[in-house]
């Protein structure tokens, strides 16, 4: 690559991805096909086991980065490249990145570490190689949770894995049907409703201790349970009332405060604003569902969304943007919606039905479930629309992930 | 003894929660913290209202007490159209039918289970199998059922009758269920 290319495309890509989340989603949807970062892993040497785990598992990190491609080295903008070495009892990692146009390195780091952190190193030294290649915060060490129903089981139970799939981990095992996850603002709980007690309840699961808290679980359904930024409400959604409305509780005095009051419909999915003032939520109480905002003290709530036959499942993340599904042409498609604007943009492929989005930490990233005839995976997406990749596939079905961010 | 009342209720639920747990096993990765009484509303129920919103309750759930055992004898389910909660003319007698029961013995209370076909997302279908639930709930409050003996339970997608992924099968999902307690 020559320098006048690298700086077009730094103008073209990097810069507008650093300045300001608004351009980035802008600048990014409105040049498809503007050129990866591409990559070769030619200089690593892999000799030693230890060196292969780390440097296996930073690859599948850094090209599971959508603005990141492995191409070959004769293609390649910048090389990878790296040792590891045993020191003692510990292992010495050296990893360099270089600008093959300019000769140089851009980054170089040396880290030393047990012989069994070699996954968490690749995951970290991911994150920080594509904060030095694109300007953006990585994902690779920030937990996905979902839910899971293996081949052979019974139980709707609660998992969470990194991104590449590595240190999955299984929270819970009672057989209860289990949806609507979210993380706490603190990354510390999930937050799910679980028919454990043979109604659907609201539970906050503490990670460090596994302990299981009910919040809500009053007559009815007691559903999309969502902590506020500052973690002191959490948005539901309740039927004690007669119907299925929106409710704020805050979490220290315990009051409950109703939110919305429509006709009978079905209400679902709040998710916050990032500056904690609003939630956005599906209602169908103008007919088919669709995406609304309200305030947190009240009033009346705003339609957000005009097309698509159903609007479900929004996701409002740091950057501004909610990505939601939408059912248009008969499949469900992951969506992205600028609440300011009011445009709306496509991003996952029309192969399949892909529904439940999640924002990643890196608000350029999406987890979503992909399902075809009831067989449903973990996938990532761009929110530029490029390809789609596998996150978790096989041995039975995944799906409505939460991006701990 | 009208006194000693709640003091049952409470012991009630306690004993349902230890025998709940109980079953429940292997569960040492995952602990319940047994916070009694939640079912029963000692949570913060004090409704707000909203300036210049006005509320209007309509029949609210009776609290989510234990409802005894299943009565035997099966119903026919109500079913549904697409994303709908409308009782449609034919399903009628159906909903009758189960007011007629309820009238026939005061003793008996009601489950009415809402479910859906498994298009949508997970978490509107559980609002929406709740709608259909309670709109069943409304007719038979309207044929002169105390409302107070009718919990609903929605399950959403999650317990399809039929499996499959055509409208025969999704037409079998989109019901409601009756589970007559004594």
């Known amino acids: 690559m020559t320098i006048v290319r690298f700086l077009f495309l730094y103008l073209l890509i990097i810069h507008p991805l650093v300045s300001t989340a608004q351009a980035q989603l802008d600048d990014v949807i409105e040049k498809p096909g503007a050129s990866d970062i591409t990559l070769d892993f030619s200089g690593i040497d892999g000799r030693n086991p230890q060196a292969a785990t780390f440097f296996r598992s930073l690859k599948r990190n850094l090209i599971l980065h959508s603005l990141l491609r492995e191409v070959p080295p004769s293609q390649a903008g910048f090389q990878v490249g790296g040792t590891a070495v045993s020191q003692g009892a510990k292992i010495e990692v050296s990893v360099r990145v270089r600008n093959r146009s300019l000769n140089r390195d851009v980054f170089g780091k040396k880290y030393r570490v047990n012989p069994d952190q070699m996954e968490i190193l690749a995951r970290k030294v991911s994150d920080e190689v594509v904060k030095s290649l694109t300007g953006l915060e990585g994902f690779s060490q920030k937990r996905i949770a979902f839910i899971g129903l293996r081949n052979g089981e019974k139980g709707k139970e609660i998992y969470s894995a990194f991104p590449d799939g590595s240190g ?12 609507g996850l979210e993380w706490t603002p603190d990354g510390a709980s999930l937050i799910y409703t679980s028919y454990h007690r043979g109604f659907p309840d609201i539970y906050r699961h503490t990670l460090r201790d596994g302990k299981r808290v009910a919040l809500s679980a009053s007559s009815g359904i007691n559903a999309g349970g969502a902590v506020s930024p500052n973690g002191q409400k959490m948005a539901m959604i309740l039927s004690k009332d007669g119907k299925p409305e929106l409710y704020v509780k805050d979490l220290r005095s315990g009051r409950l405060t109703r939110l919305t009051q429509t006709p009978m419909s079905a209400k679902s999915s709040p998710s916050w604003s990032p500056d904690g003032r609003s939630i956005v939520f ?6 088919q ?7 947190d003290t009240g009033g009346a709530p705003r339609r957000l969304t005009r097309g698509g036959g159903e609007n479900l499942s929004p996701d409002w993340g740091k950057n501004g943007l909610i990505v939601f599904t939408r059912r248009r042409a008969g499949k469900y498609q992951i969506s992205v919606l600028d609440p300011k604007k009011g445009r709306v ?13 999640s924002w990643a930490p890196d608000g350029l990233h999406v987890v979503a479930s992909r399902t075809i005839r009831g067989a449903s995976s973990l996938y990532l997406l761009d929110s530029a629309g490029k390809e789609a990749k596998a996150l978790l596939q096989g041995q039975g079905n995944w799906y409505m992930p939460a991006w701990s961010r | 003894m009208k006194h000693f009342l709640p003091l049952f209720r409470f012991l009630f639920v306690s004993l349902l929660l230890l025998i709940l747990n109980a079953c429940a096993g292997n569960n040492d990765e995952d602990p319940l913290q047994s916070d009694i009484g939640m079912g029963g509303g000692t949570l913060g129920n004090d409704t707000g209202t909203l300036p210049g919103g006005e509320f209007i309750d309509i029949d609210g759930l009776p609290p989510r007490d234990p409802m005894g055992v299943p009565v035997e004898g099966a119903y026919a389910p109500v079913y549904f159209g697409y994303d709908s909660s409308s009782v449609a003319p034919s399903e009628m007698s159906k909903v009758q039918q189960i007011a007629d029961a309820l009238s026939s013995n005061a003793r008996y209370t009601l489950i009415i289970q809402g479910h859906t076909d498994e298009r949508g ?14 709109a069943v709930r409304e007719l038979l409050i309207s044929f002169g059922v ?3 003996r009718i919990q609903t339970l929605s399950f959403g997608e999650e317990q399809p009758a039929v499996a499959g992924f055509e409208e025969s099968a999704y037409s079998m999902n989109r019901r409601a269920e009756f589970q007559l307690m004594q």
């Open chain 1, 168 to 179: 999955m981990v299984r929270l819970t095992r009672d057989q209860s049907v289990k949806l």
């Open chain 1, 282 to 287: 599906t209602s169908s109480h103008q007919g």
């Open chain 1, 289 to 295: 569902p669709h995406l609304y905002v309200v305030r």
């Open chain 1, 345 to 357: 943009t496509y991003i996952s492929p029309m192969d399949a039905d892909y529904e439940d989005p």
């Open chain 2, 121 to 134: 997302s997970r978490e509107y279908n559980l609002a929406l199998g709740e709608r259909r639930a309670l």
């Open chain 2, 146 to 148: 105390d409302g107070s």
